[in-house]
């Protein structure tokens, strides 16, 4: 076993600013009229925020096309509670019967299976909120275009069928996708969400909005190879969450379907990718250099983790 390293894909350099650990931590009413019980479980899960990763992306690509803070704060802590309950969900025993989660206890072990359903509707409910209200004041089309947006990446066409392909993988008797389309459906519609969502509503042009959903599937599919290798190779209290499930649950491992020198050259590939459409990002618009700082962190979490799968 091996250590996994502290920072994460996607990860920008720095701690998380605080305005927006402090909006994801109160951005969910929890008053009087809210069961103790449920207010405690989605305190439980709002203490625990993890890296935010989801959310400084879509904090800084809001600030890039010029949103107002505020809006680009709500949009952010959408992004993130949308990832949060998706975790929540993730860690059920109908799924990966996980134990531990962001360093503690999976809220279904401190606080039942059904709080823990009920805390994850909680947050899906609260982010759609907050991404309405992102939306009000724009130009009709444009609120139309995002709200589309939103289902696409959320709904029963973007996440929602990537983590049914995770879950009936090994299921016999269908054609199975292979781990990087299973990648793309679980993995890269928050990405994209973080992405491409605040840049739509700053009025990002379509070639813009092309790159940048090309960037969020390559980061996905890259962070999904990543994560296969910590389910192998990473001592559970490294990585903060239960490890070692994709092999018993019959879950999609890209490193144990095409090897670990397959899975680097795969990685190599789309890191390149991945500069690539950065580089076209930035040329013309140097407010998005931010991206580059990305790509470079991204680059060390994959030497840290395993110099054989780093790039050259």
Same mark, same amino acid.
């Given at each position: 076993?091996?250590?996994a390293?502290?920072? /994460? ?8 600013? +605080? ?9 969910? %009413?929890?008053?009087?009229?809210v ?10 899960a ?13 904090? $800084?690509?809001?600030?890039? &096309? ?5 809006? @680009?704060?709500?949009? @952010?802590?959408a992004?993130?509670?949308? /990832?949060?309950?998706?975790?929540? &969900?993730?860690?059920?025993?109908? =799924?990966? $019967? *996980?134990?531990?989660?962001?360093? #503690? ?5 401190? &606080?039942?299976?059904?709080q823990?359903i ?9 982010g759609? !909120?907050?991404?309405? #209200? *992102?939306?009000? #004041? ?5 609120? *139309? ?12 066409a ?7 392909a995770?879950?009936?993988h ?8 292979? %781990? ?19 840049? =739509?509503?700053? #009025? !990002?042009?379509?070639? +813009?909005?092309?790159?940048l959903?090309?960037?969020?599937? &390559? ?6 190879i990543?994560? $296969?290798l ?6 559970p ?19 144990? +379907? ?21 580089d ?13 700082a990305?790509c ?9 983790? $395993? ?6």
């Amino acid at each position: 076993m091996i250590a996994a390293p502290a920072i /994460h894909p996607g990860a920008h350099p720095g701690p998380v600013p +605080e305005p927006i650990a402090e909006a994801f931590a109160r951005g969910l %009413p929890l008053g009087g009229r809210v069961d103790a019980t449920l207010r405690d479980a989605l305190r439980g899960a709002l203490d625990r925020p993890g890296a935010l990763v989801r959310a400084r992306l879509a904090f $800084d690509t809001a600030k890039a &096309f010029a949103l107002p803070k505020a809006r @680009a704060a709500d949009l @952010a802590v959408a992004v993130e509670y949308f /990832h949060t309950a998706s975790l929540l &969900f993730d860690d059920l025993p109908c =799924m990966d $019967d *996980a134990a531990e989660r962001r360093g #503690g206890a999976c809220l279904h072990r401190t &606080f039942g299976e059904g709080q823990a359903i009920l805390a994850a509707l909680g947050l899906v409910n609260r982010g759609y !909120a907050l991404v309405w #209200g *992102a939306l009000g #004041g724009l130009p009709p089309r444009r609120q *139309a275009a995002a709200g589309a947006y939103v289902e696409a990446c959320l709904g029963v066409a973007g996440l929602l069928s990537g983590q049914s392909a995770d879950l009936s993988h090994a299921r016999r008797g269908r054609p199975r996708p292979s %781990p990087q389309q299973v990648a793309a459906g679980k993995t890269a519609p928050l990405l994209r969400l973080a992405l491409v969502l605040p840049a =739509m509503l700053g #009025g !990002a042009g379509a070639v +813009e909005v092309r790159l940048l959903e090309r960037l969020a599937l &390559f980061w996905g599919v890259s962070y999904q190879i990543l994560d $296969d290798l910590k389910d192998l190779r990473c001592s559970p209290g490294a990585t903060g969450k239960t490890g070692a499930r994709d092999l018993p649950l019959g879950r999609p491992n890209l490193v144990v +379907e095409i090897g670990g020198a397959g899975a680097a050259r795969q990685l190599h590939r789309l890191l390149a990718l991945a500069d690539q459409a950065v580089d076209r990002l930035v040329a013309p618009a140097p407010h998005l250099a931010y991206l580059e700082a990305i790509c470079r962190r991204f680059r060390e979490e994959v030497a840290v983790l $395993d110099p054989a799968v780093a790039p050259a």
